[in-house]
């Protein structure tokens, strides 16, 4: 993409600067609280299915420094902003351009000790698409959800973690998913405000995993009762969002 067409986003309190287009899909703190959530360790390997222009599978290199890091992204402009991104960050990140159904092969050789998704949201045989080709692509789902389950599921490696992020609504769509190729299944619900129904979940499977399933209390991500025109997180949530603290599974406030 041309200059002009893009723009230089600061995430973590600018530890992390990502390149991303003027218009269409633009990450915002979905793939931060993703990020935070997984339990990765100096060392590990972390693969981002559908990875944009990294901002996922970036941010969570900065929290978590010696990790090996590759994303998969069927769009090809956004994988070379995802290299641009992650090359510019001083991390190595390789990104591989193809569709999850169909990965290159050298992906499909490997298997990673995390993979992540933030998967597009909504179905369109139950909604409208919307008039951005960019933004429908990142929010119009065409992949049936539980093929991105699939992929996650064959490319972690036995003991390993699969972490998606996703609307509340697909809950019970996304837990059959995972039920049926994961276990040690983990629900992390995400609230906007205190006495709000949850509007976004995380959820957790392990490869091979045989504890029983666990419903954590929901994070709340902002204070008061509505809106007052200003960024009015939590404390815990401004920790995640602005400092890269992790999102631990059992944290509430």
Same mark, same amino acid.
């Given at each position: 993409?041309?200059?002009?067409? %893009?723009?230089?986003? $600061?995430?973590?309190?600018? &530890?992390?600067?990502? #390149?991303?287009?003027?218009?269409? *899909?633009?990450?915002?703190?979905?793939?931060?609280? %993703?990020?935070?959530?997984?339990?990765?360790?100096?060392?590990?390997?972390?693969?981002?299915? /559908?990875?944009?222009?990294? !901002?996922?599978?970036?941010?969570?290199?900065?929290?978590?420094? $010696?990790?090996?890091?590759?994303?998969?992204?069927?769009?090809?402009? #956004?994988?070379?902003?995802?290299?641009?991104?992650?090359?510019?960050?001083?991390?190595?990140?390789?990104?591989?351009?193809?569709?999850?159904?169909?990965?290159?092969?050298?992906?499909?050789?490997?298997?990673?000790?995390?993979? +992540?998704?933030?998967?597009?949201?909504?179905?369109?045989?139950?909604?409208?698409? /919307?008039?951005?080709?960019?933004?429908? !692509?990142?929010?119009?789902?065409?992949?049936?959800?539980? =093929?991105?389950?699939?992929?996650?599921?064959?490319?972690?490696?036995?003991?390993?973690?699969?972490?998606? +992020?996703?609307?509340?609504?697909?809950?019970?769509?996304?837990?059959?998913?995972?039920?049926? &190729?994961?276990?040690?299944?983990?629900?992390?619900?995400?609230?906007?405000?205190?006495?709000?129904?949850?509007?976004? +979940?995380?959820?957790?499977?392990?490869?091979?995993?045989?504890?029983?399933?666990?419903?954590?209390?929901?994070?709340?991500?902002?204070?008061?009762?509505?809106?007052?025109?200003?960024?009015? *997180?939590?404390?815990?949530? =401004?920790? +995640?969002?602005?400092?890269?603290?992790?999102?631990?599974?059992?944290?509430?406030?």
């Amino acid at each position: 993409m041309d200059e002009p067409a %893009l723009t230089r986003d $600061g995430y973590l309190s600018g &530890r992390l600067f990502l #390149h991303q287009p003027r218009r269409g *899909y633009r990450a915002g703190v979905d793939p931060v609280l %993703l990020a935070a959530s997984v339990p990765a360790r100096a060392g590990d390997s972390v693969l981002d299915l /559908g990875c944009g222009v990294g !901002a996922a599978a970036l941010c969570l290199g900065v929290r978590v420094p $010696g990790l090996t890091l590759a994303g998969l992204e069927r769009q090809a402009e #956004h994988a070379d902003l995802a290299r641009r991104n992650a090359s510019e960050a001083g991390l190595a990140m390789e990104v591989f351009t193809g569709d999850l159904t169909m990965m290159p092969p050298a992906l499909r050789q490997l298997r990673f000790s995390h993979v +992540i998704a933030n998967p597009p949201y909504f179905r369109r045989d139950a909604s409208l698409a /919307g008039p951005d080709p960019a933004r429908e !692509a990142a929010y119009g789902e065409e992949t049936p959800l539980s =093929e991105w389950v699939a992929a996650a599921a064959r490319r972690v490696a036995p003991g390993g973690t699969v972490t998606f +992020i996703h609307r509340a609504e697909r809950l019970p769509e996304l837990m059959g998913a995972f039920a049926d &190729r994961l276990g040690s299944l983990e629900l992390k619900p995400l609230l906007p405000r205190r006495g709000r129904e949850s509007q976004l +979940i995380l959820l957790r499977g392990r490869k091979g995993g045989r504890a029983p399933f666990r419903l954590h209390p929901g994070l709340v991500v902002h204070a008061g009762d509505s809106y007052g025109g200003r960024a009015d *997180y939590t404390e815990t949530a =401004e920790a +995640i969002l602005r400092h890269g603290a992790v999102l631990d599974f059992n944290t509430s406030v």
